[in-house]
């Protein structure tokens, strides 16, 4: 399956937005890889669960050039604070973005790229760009709302973000399991660049068996958090 906007055909998706909407309407019954042509697309995402999909039934978005620069999904900043992301994984399970940039441009008050929630589970970036607006937000603490992975009121388990870099943001990674009795289970963050959040770069909070492995870590003089 590929995305490509010129493209045409059974196989072909014009958009994210209709890749997913095959996906969630029809489901899957094996793994599926989509490759995505070069381009920018403008697209606000909302991934559910998509039905069939498991541990060896996994979704992978890849870059069909394997160069995470040219396949660019993107949104502005908001003054509003409804559907504040990018891509919103809203309890979608086993899906992977590899290769790609995703971000969020501008200077507006609501600008989180990714957005974890509803028990979002065993998912994966890798190798890829994920890119927040430039916070100003320094107080303690930062600005939720100017995360470049947030998530929070759920569990969100088994995720990997791995060979990646983040940059910009108020949090890198703002990651909140529920409560103390409640947690957050076995997400791993390994070999990503973590450059310029201006309050802090991981952020966990209600968590068990979280991997911390790898990671570069710049933060601005700024700063007004630790790591």
């Known amino acids: ?10 196989t072909n998706f014009t958009s994210f937005t209709a890749a997913i909407a095959g ?22 995402i909302s991934l559910s669960p998509i039905p069939g999909a498991s541990a060896t039934n996994t979704v992978t978005f890849v870059s069909n050039s394997n160069d ?10 908001s003054a509003a604070a409804a559907n504040n992301y990018t891509l919103f994984l809203n309890g979608a399970d086993f899906i992977t973005f590899n290769k790609m940039t995703i971000q969020r441009t501008g200077t507006a008050a609501y600008g989180t790229v990714v957005d974890i929630e509803n028990g979002a589970n065993n998912n994966q970036f890798t190798n890829c760009i994920i890119k927040g607006m430039k916070s ?3 107080g303690n603490p930062g600005d ?5 992975f947030y998530s929070s009121g759920s569990n969100d388990t088994a995720n990997v973000f791995n060979n990646n870099i983040v ?28 450059d310029s959040a201006v309050y802090s770069a991981i952020y966990p909070q209600y968590h068990d068996n979280l991997t911390l492995t790898g990671n570069t870590i710049f933060m601005p003089s700024s700063a007004s ?3």
């Open 136 to 138: 100003t937000s320094t």
């Open 23 to 44: 996906l969630t309407g029809c489901g899957i019954n094996g793994a599926v890889t989509i490759k995505v042509y070069d381009g920018t697309y403008a697209e606000k």
């Open 1 to 10: 399956l590929t995305i490509n906007p010129s493209g045409s055909g059974a």
């Open 68 to 77: 995470s620069t040219k396949v660019i999904l993107t949104q502005p900043t």
């Open 144 to 148: 939720v709302n100017q995360c470049v």
């Open 225 to 227: 958090n630790y790591a």
């Open 167 to 194: 940059r910009n943001g108020s949090y890198g990674f703002l990651l909140n399991g529920i409560s103390t009795v409640s947690l957050e289970r076995s997400n791993t963050i390994s070999n990503n660049l973590i």
